[in-house]
């Protein structure tokens, strides 16, 4: 899953090679199995932010495909909430 990243089309079909992208075979809950390795692996934490940092204002945001895209964005944008929270009490505490 380490080598080539294309940032503009996250896969999320079971198998493909994307941090998004479950096992093959995978039939259980689709968030709470990324949120799992989000937390458990740096790689995949990383690769989540940036995709995230995507939905910013003024960026063009990935296309998600394959079988669990909606529910894939939507953790996307849920992500990129926490960190802009994050980064205004940073800046907030900064003061």
Request: proline share 7%.
């Amino acid at each position: 899953m380490y080598g080539l990243i294309n940032f503009n089309q996250i896969d999320t079909t079971p198998g493909a090679a994307t941090a998004f992208a479950p096992p093959l075979g995978f039939d259980g809950n689709y968030v709470a199995f990324i949120l799992d390795r989000v937390k458990l692996d740096p790689g995949v934490r990383q690769h989540v932010a940036c995709i995230a940092l995507r939905f910013r204002a003024g960026r063009t945001p990935p296309e998600f495909t394959g079988e669990f895209a909606a529910p894939a964005e939507q953790l996307a944008r849920r992500i990129l909430r926490k960190l802009l929270a994050k980064e205004q009490r940073m800046a907030t505490d900064a003061q």
